[in-house]
């Protein structure tokens, strides 16, 4: 009645084993370590990197405990805080001679001291939030006017290639500032430009008046549509921002919108500000302009002449200058995707861009009118332009599906793709307020959760071990299985854990032997109504098991609305919650049954069990206590 198969025993030992091996890694705190990561999408960080490290490291004297290169950086694990520090000058000095442009980041940060063994078996600590294990806290302003700067560069560019399409003729288009000048010889040439200005351009207002012998017409944004602009510039920002830090690995970082033009970052275990810093402003955005073939141009590229008026010097990877043309006619923001692949001709690794339907247009209309030429393709990264390719223009292309290729690995294909995902900042920012929460106060923080957490267990486990006896231990055994699980399945899951988890966990713990309770308190029912040993254990756990259900999935429900709604700390308890309830439902009923089970369940005649004092209805007189 009362006899586990052994498959179920099967599955209790794997869940101990896998529940121990991944909570292991918590206990072995972290150690100081110094990262070696790209400074450029064009640097690559491989094992030569790894060896110009080790070299660096050894003529300064210093004996790392371990030197690990992964798809993105190389890590460097040292004993102390100062041999870390004294590790970081000895590499940024070998790496990085130029400090005006680091092909390099070399920042401070810290690894998990677990063993190899555990770390071959992919088993790592949870990720702790910034009020835990420290980090890096920005508040960054962003330049609304810039954002309108740009907007109507960008209104310029529109209204010049709809001028054309309505075959309107002016005498120039310029940008003064956040207004819009566009000249004309007559006035009946200027009204069709207000026509076409109100029909195609609704966020402008036009104003007009003579000067000399032409006419010039003024649009500017209007004040609605300039809100408007301000408001999806800084959610615009944000997004990028996010997309730029999971791309690079920051693990839960906090990014919120702070009043109508601020945004606050916060990276948890990152300890250095420059290497946040350089996390934030590694946004690439992508330009696309046309290539200057005139005889001063290709003067210049050899170095006999000056950059032409109108043109700008750039170079290619392999050290080539390229004289290309100041009017961009596409930017990142007309793209909608980047993906790395292979060119279907040459099988070279490539980048296939995808452009939203004005993008698509006007490459159409520049591809069509340009046969013949050179299109050069520009990845501006911190402030600096590089041409990733100069192709010449074949044919129409139209579509949106644009290919970039030429001379690219696959890994520099992966890293262009992966930067040009991360979006373009519609406005640049400025940090106003830096703070670094050191990992002393998040220790402190740590020290008290964990407390927390172990007293209440103690507690609970004492009074379970008093009021139910031997039932009351088997309880116990079951809690700790629980918070073993919790933590075993945050560790899998890399989950960040805050002060607000800490909190879930021992509302956990509460919760769990809540429903060791009712099985108990089932149990003593059955035996107070007359009911066998073995049959009163048997229908105890067969009938809690609805209420136990029945409550914990409304509880679950709670703690779903919670993870679907909730933001930052919110979402924190939300998961630890969530996830404490299922490990409770195998602890508490799974589990705890397998245990008594072991012990009962091998006794045929069983006359009696250790579940505290059983009080029988006051009719019968009488008042036992079970043994």
Same mark, same amino acid.
């Given at each position: 009645?009362?006899?586990?198969?052994?498959?179920?025993?099967?599955?209790?030992?794997?869940?101990?084993?896998?529940?121990?091996?991944?909570?292991?890694?918590?206990?072995?705190?972290?150690?100081?370590?110094?990262?070696?990561?790209?400074?450029?999408?064009?640097?690559?960080?491989?094992?030569?990197?790894?060896?110009?490290?080790?070299?660096?490291?050894?003529?300064?004297?210093?004996?790392?405990?371990?030197?690990?290169?992964?798809?993105? !950086?190389?890590?460097?694990?040292?004993?102390?805080?100062?041999?870390?520090?004294?590790?970081? #000058?000895?590499?940024?000095?070998?790496?990085?001679? #130029?400090?005006?442009?680091? !092909?390099?980041?070399? /920042?401070?940060?810290?690894?998990?001291?677990?063993?190899?063994?555990?770390?071959?078996?992919?088993?790592?600590?949870?990720?702790?939030?910034?009020?835990?294990?420290?980090?890096?806290?920005?508040?960054?302003?962003?330049?609304?006017?810039?954002?309108?700067?740009?907007?109507?560069?960008?209104?310029?560019?529109?209204?010049?290639?709809?001028?054309?399409?309505?075959?309107?003729?002016?005498?120039?288009?310029?940008?003064?500032?956040?207004?819009?000048?566009?000249?004309?010889?007559?006035?009946?040439?200027?009204?069709?430009?207000?026509?076409?200005?109100?029909?195609?351009?609704?966020?402008?207002?036009?104003?007009?008046?003579?000067?000399?012998?032409?006419?010039?017409?003024?649009?500017?944004?209007?004040?609605?549509?300039?809100?408007?602009?301000? @408001?999806?510039?800084?959610?615009?920002?944000?997004?990028?921002?996010?997309?730029?830090?999971?791309?690079?690995?920051?693990?839960?970082?906090?990014?919120?919108?702070?009043?109508?033009?601020?945004?606050?970052?916060?990276?948890?275990?990152?300890?250095?500000?420059?290497?946040?810093?350089?996390?934030?402003?590694?946004?690439?955005?992508?330009?696309?302009? $046309?290539?200057?073939?005139?005889?001063?141009?290709?003067?210049?590229?050899?170095?006999?002449?000056?950059?032409?008026?109108?043109?700008?010097?750039?170079?290619?990877?392999?050290?080539?200058?390229?004289?290309?043309?100041?009017?961009?006619?596409?930017?990142?923001?007309?793209?909608?995707?980047?993906?790395?692949?292979?060119?279907?001709?040459?099988?070279?690794?490539?980048?296939?861009?995808?452009? @939203?339907?004005?993008?698509?247009?006007?490459?159409?209309?520049?591809?069509?009118?340009?046969?013949?030429?050179?299109?050069?393709?520009?990845?501006?990264?911190?402030?600096?332009?590089?041409?990733?390719?100069?192709?010449?223009?074949?044919?129409?292309?139209?579509?949106?599906?644009?290919?970039?290729?030429?001379?690219?690995?696959?890994?520099?294909?992966?890293?262009?793709?992966?930067?040009?995902?991360?979006?373009?900042?519609?406005?640049?920012?400025?940090?106003?307020?830096?703070?670094?929460?050191?990992?002393?106060?998040?220790?402190?923080?740590?020290?008290?959760?964990?407390?927390?957490? /172990?007293?209440?267990?103690?507690?609970?486990?004492?009074?379970?071990?008093?009021?139910?006896?031997?039932?009351?231990?088997?309880?116990?055994?079951?809690?700790?299985?629980?918070?073993?699980?919790?933590?075993?399945?945050?560790?899998?899951?890399?989950?960040?854990?805050? $002060?607000?988890?800490?909190?879930?966990?021992?509302?956990?713990?509460?919760?769990?032997?809540?429903?060791?309770?009712?099985?108990?308190?089932?149990?003593?029912?059955?035996?107070?109504?007359?009911?066998?040993?073995?049959?009163?254990?048997? /229908?105890?756990? @067969?009938?809690?098991?609805?209420?136990?259900? @029945?409550?914990?999935?409304?509880? $679950?429900?709670?703690?779903?609305?919670?993870?679907?709604?909730?933001?930052?700390?919110?979402?924190?308890?939300?998961?630890?919650?969530?996830?404490?309830? $299922?490990?409770?439902?195998?602890?508490?009923?799974?589990?705890?049954?397998?245990?008594?089970?072991?012990?009962?369940?091998?006794?045929?005649?069983?006359?009696?069990? !250790?579940?505290?004092?059983?009080?029988?209805?006051?009719?019968?007189?009488?008042?036992?206590?079970?043994?």
């Amino acid at each position: 009645m009362n006899r586990y198969p052994v498959w179920k025993y099967a599955i209790i030992l794997i869940a101990l084993l896998v529940g121990a091996i991944y909570t292991l890694p918590n206990f072995f705190g972290e150690a100081p370590a110094v990262q070696v990561s790209s400074g450029k999408a064009t640097v690559k960080v491989d094992s030569t990197t790894q060896a110009r490290v080790e070299q660096a490291l050894a003529a300064a004297g210093i004996k790392p405990e371990a030197i690990t290169l992964d798809a993105n !950086s190389v890590k460097v694990r040292v004993e102390s805080g100062d041999v870390q520090l004294k590790a970081k #000058d000895a590499i940024q000095k070998a790496l990085v001679p #130029d400090p005006s442009d680091p !092909s390099y980041v070399v /920042a401070l940060n810290l690894l998990s001291g677990s063993p190899k063994w555990l770390t071959a078996l992919h088993a790592a600590p949870m990720y702790l939030g910034l009020d835990l294990r420290g980090g890096v806290h920005f508040m960054l302003q962003v330049d609304m006017q810039a954002a309108l700067t740009k907007k109507a560069e960008s209104f310029s560019g529109d209204l010049r290639s709809i001028l054309r399409e309505k075959n309107v003729r002016h005498a120039g288009i310029s940008r003064n500032g956040q207004a819009i000048e566009v000249r004309f010889r007559d006035t009946q040439t200027l009204q069709a430009a207000r026509a076409v200005l109100a029909d195609q351009f609704p966020d402008l207002q036009a104003a007009d008046a003579p000067e000399g012998t032409e006419y010039k017409l003024t649009a500017t944004i209007k004040p609605e549509a300039a809100r408007r602009i301000q @408001d999806q510039a800084l959610k615009q920002n944000m997004v990028t921002l996010h997309n730029r830090i999971n791309e690079l690995g920051v693990a839960e970082p906090v990014i919120q919108q702070q009043g109508l033009d601020r945004i606050v970052v916060q990276l948890p275990g990152v300890q250095d500000t420059a290497k946040a810093k350089d996390i934030l402003g590694r946004t690439a955005t992508l330009e696309v302009r $046309l290539v200057d073939e005139s005889a001063e141009a290709r003067a210049a590229e050899s170095g006999n002449g000056p950059v032409p008026f109108g043109d700008e010097r750039y170079l290619e990877r392999s050290g080539q200058p390229v004289i290309v043309k100041k009017q961009v006619i596409l930017t990142g923001e007309n793209l909608t995707d980047a993906q790395p692949g292979f060119d279907q001709q040459t099988q070279e690794a490539a980048v296939h861009l995808t452009l @939203d339907a004005k993008g698509s247009r006007i490459f159409k209309d520049i591809t069509r009118e340009n046969i013949g030429k050179r299109m050069a393709i520009l990845l501006f990264e911190k402030g600096k332009g590089e041409v990733v390719t100069a192709p010449v223009i074949r044919s129409e292309i139209g579509g949106g599906r644009v290919q970039i290729s030429g001379r690219m690995t696959t890994t520099e294909a992966n890293d262009v793709a992966l930067l040009l995902r991360a979006g373009s900042l519609a406005a640049p920012m400025e940090i106003i307020e830096e703070l670094t929460i050191g990992p002393t106060l998040g220790a402190e923080n740590i020290t008290k959760g964990f407390h927390s957490v /172990a007293w209440g267990f103690a507690v609970i486990c004492a009074f379970m071990a008093i009021y139910y006896m031997l039932f009351g231990v088997f309880s116990g055994i079951a809690l700790a299985l629980n918070l073993l699980l919790l933590v075993a399945v945050l560790s899998m899951l890399q989950a960040t854990l805050t $002060l607000p988890g800490m909190a879930a966990m021992a509302l956990a713990l509460g919760m769990a032997i809540d429903s060791n309770v009712l099985i108990n308190e089932r149990v003593r029912e059955e035996l107070r109504n007359g009911a066998s040993p073995q049959a009163a254990i048997h /229908a105890g756990y @067969d009938r809690a098991w609805a209420t136990i259900l @029945d409550s914990n999935i409304t509880t $679950l429900i709670a703690g779903v609305a919670l993870l679907a709604f909730g933001s930052g700390p919110v979402r924190g308890f939300a998961v630890v919650h969530c996830i404490g309830i $299922l490990t409770s439902m195998f602890s508490a009923v799974f589990f705890s049954r397998g245990l008594v089970n072991l012990w009962y369940g091998r006794k045929k005649k069983l006359k009696s069990v !250790s579940i505290g004092t059983v009080w029988r209805p006051a009719s019968e007189g009488v008042i036992t206590k079970a043994e």
